[in-house]
């Protein structure tokens, strides 16, 4: 029952257990039908591959970072300024404290930012529950929460345990959407194909003269 792998495209197990596979099949009726041992339809095998990409467009969108309220803590810091308010517009202040942010970001939180751009309004409604988290006043530090247009929320990903007792809600660093889709889809395809491979090779067909 062991795997053979100096043939994995023709097949992953030995002569001995391809002769029993192919006795069982033999001496079995399957659904009311014969085993005929045939290569999959290559018209399933395009849906398979056009599932697969239909996923990829469906999740495409979320791929990325997502933005967490530690990445608008510099706005936040920054809204308050005398240069800031001195500006007239809730634009040219935004304009303002959007580019002296970006300036004191690592690079990780410049590509937040750049692919989640913030409003001043929505800068204005998140303020203060930043300011409540950084106070103490949340069980979370400011990169467990998710910034949602104009709030934030405890983000849904559960990491390590902290010394406290609590779950690390942060997202990992190496998730930016697409890292899963890979993952998973790959994980798919080779169980699939470790599977189909421990059968007998196409070529090799029953002899239903055999069965019972």
């Given at each position: ?64 970072q997502?933005p ?52 001043w ?7 203060p ?66 599977i ?17």
């Amino acid at each position: 029952m062991g795997f053979k792998f100096d043939q994995p495209l023709y097949s992953l197990s030995d002569e001995q257990e391809q002769k029993e596979i192919l006795a069982l099949w033999e001496s079995e009726k399957h659904g009311g039908l014969w085993e005929g041992n045939n290569r999959l339809p290559f018209p399933l095998t395009f849906l398979i591959a056009l599932v697969i990409l239909t996923a990829f467009m469906i999740t495409m969108p979320i791929w990325g970072q997502r933005p967490t309220a530690q990445d608008f803590a510099n706005h936040v810091k920054l809204m308050d300024s005398p240069e800031v308010q001195r500006l007239a517009t809730p634009e040219e202040k935004m304009k303002y404290v959007a580019n002296a942010a970006y300036q004191m970001a690592d690079n990780r939180t410049k590509g937040n930012l750049e692919r989640h751009p913030i409003t001043w309004d929505d800068l204005l409604n998140i303020a203060p529950q930043i300011k409540e988290i950084q106070a103490g006043k949340g069980k979370y530090p400011l990169d467990n929460y998710t910034v949602l247009g104009d709030r934030i929320v405890l983000a849904n990903f559960e990491g390590n345990m902290r010394p406290d007792g609590l779950r690390e809600r942060k997202q990992p660093w190496w998730d930016i959407g697409f890292t899963i889709d890979v993952f998973y889809v790959s994980y798919f395809i080779l169980t699939v194909f470790l599977i189909v491979k421990r059968l007998p090779h196409f070529s090799r067909k029953p002899d239903m003269s055999k069965a019972s």
